[in-house]
Every structure is written in structure tokens, then in C-alpha cells.
């Protein structure tokens, strides 16, 4: 099994920044797709960033020239730098890691627990 734990949310200013963490614990074989998403109260979660097994990342329009997907695959951990957050940046923000575990022939998809990002005015 794999888990996946988020840290680094909280309260900022517009026009601060925040930076999240998803450490990974477990018996990962290889990693796929590592994805952050967001949901904030009714409404649908989407996307935020994107980073592929070959290390391309893409970004949610909204976000893009202020949010920065990145990893260390020695910590097996992923990051989101968040800068020049808005108001509109305020949700819960989730990661999901599609890996394969050891013994494992296909992959899964593993989520964080989320961390609240709140950006006040």
C-alpha cells in the first residue's frame, strides 16, 4: 500500500505564496502520472498541475506563470509552489499519485488527504 501525506496549506494574504508537500510512504515500483487537484465548496474538483513520468508538466489555465509543480523523486515527495495567490485560489487541495506497488502489474491511484488553502483579501 501507499500513503500519501499533504502539508504546507494555510492562510495567506493575496498576493502571497504557499508551497505543499505530498511525501509518499510505501512500496512504489514506479510512478506514473503525479497530479494536484483542488476542490472548493460546490464545485467540481479539477486540476491544478500535472507532471508526467517523463517529467513534462501542465498547468491549469487559471494558475499557469504562478504555480510550479515539482518533485524529489530521493524524498519521494511531489510540491506545488503556489505564488501570487488570489482570492480564487481558496479550496482544498489534494494530490493524487497513479504508481505501481511492488508486485503489482497495473497501476492505482493513490490521494493525499487534502490541505486547506485559504487566501484572503
Known amino acids: 500500500q501507499v500513503q500519501l501525506v499533504e502539508s504546507g496549506g494555510g492562510l495567506v494574504q493575496a498576493g502571497g505564496s504557499l508551497r505543499l508537500s505530498c511525501a509518499a510512504t510505501g512500496s512504489i515500483f514506479m510512478r506514473n502520472a503525479m497530479k494536484w487537484y483542488r476542490q472548493a465548496p460546490g464545485k467540481q474538483r479539477e486540476v491544478v498541475a500535472t507532471?508526467?513520468?517523463?517529467?513534462?508538466?501542465n498547468y491549469a489555465e487559471s494558475v499557469k506563470g504562478r504555480f510550479t509543480i515539482s518533485k524529489d523523486n530521493a524524498k519521494n515527495t511531489l510540491y506545488l509552489e503556489m505564488n501570487s495567490l488570489k482570492t480564487e485560489d481558496t479550496s482544498v487541495y489534494l494530490c493524487?499519485?497513479?504508481?505501481?506497488?511492488?508486485?503489482?502489474?497495473?497501476?492505482?491511484?493513490?490521494w493525499g488527504q487534502g490541505t486547506q488553502v485559504t487566501v484572503s483579501s
Open positions: 493524487k499519485w497513479r504508481v505501481i506497488i511492488r508486485g503489482a502489474y497495473s497501476p492505482t491511484d493513490y
Open positions: 507532471m508526467t513520468t517523463g517529467g513534462t508538466t
